[in-house]
């Protein structure tokens, strides 16, 4: 009686043994799913709308996969393509809509890679506004969208756009995101009157064309 506890127990360590083994080697081919690596470039981040954007990127380890692009933002979109051997993909967006978009790459998992993503990279689309500027004169009073002009006060004068909304003002390579802080401008054929400090930050001539968010 003596041996028979000692005998059984071994019995029942050997039997574990295969099942240790077989639980090993399915761990090890788990883990031969390698990781991935996706790059993602975009040939302009300030555009005008409906201008072509290429989206450049490439896939590693290299070669010939399958390669998702989403497009967040206003009028967001999926787009799919196929990466060549040597691990680049590159595809054609033109954003109809105004606004800023965020533009991910993902690769597809497989059963030896696992997915991956680009870093996401921002675009933003513009249209071209007739502009003009206010200030001197009125500075000390109330603007329409609450608070006293002063000769600091960074936004603009819009018609119609909610008082607070942000938009992004680009001229000749300077941009600047400032607030609807007034009403105007009341031109004809103008969509813009800028506060003197928006104006100054641009180094806008005073009247003319510039690109808008909004």
């Known amino acids: 009686m003596r041996n028979i506890v000692p005998v059984t127990l071994l019995a029942a360590g050997l039997l574990c043994l295969p099942v240790a083994a077989s639980a090993k080697k399915s761990s090890k081919k788990r883990s031969k799913r390698s990781g ?3 790059a993602l470039h975009v040939s302009g981040h300030h555009v005008v709308r409906g201008e072509r954007v290429v989206l450049r990127g490439r ?7 399958r390669v998702k692009v989403v497009v967040r933002g206003p009028g967001g979109t999926v787009r799919g393509t196929r990466s060549k051997r040597n691990g680049v993909f590159s595809l054609r967006w033109r954003p109809d809509r105004l606004g800023t978009y965020r533009v991910r790459a993902y ?3 497989t059963r030896r890679l696992r997915g991956a993503h680009s870093p996401a990279r921002r675009v933003t689309a513009y249209r071209h506004a007739e502009a003009s500027y206010y200030g001197p004169g009125l500075y000390g009073g109330g603007m329409a969208c609450g608070g006293t002009l002063t000769p600091g006060t960074l936004g603009v004068a819009h018609k119609s756009l909610p008082c607070g909304s942000k938009v992004k003002l680009l001229y000749r390579g300077r941009r600047v995101t400032v607030p609807v802080v007034d009403r105007g401008p009341y031109v004809a054929g103008r969509d813009y009157d800028l506060t003197a400090a928006t104006k100054a930050r641009l180094g806008f001539p005073g009247t003319g064309v510039l690109l808008s968010s909004r």
């Open 107 to 109: 690769g597809r998992h």
């Open 59 to 65: 896939v590693r380890p290299r070669g010939s996969r």
């Open 36 to 38: 991935a690596h996706v």
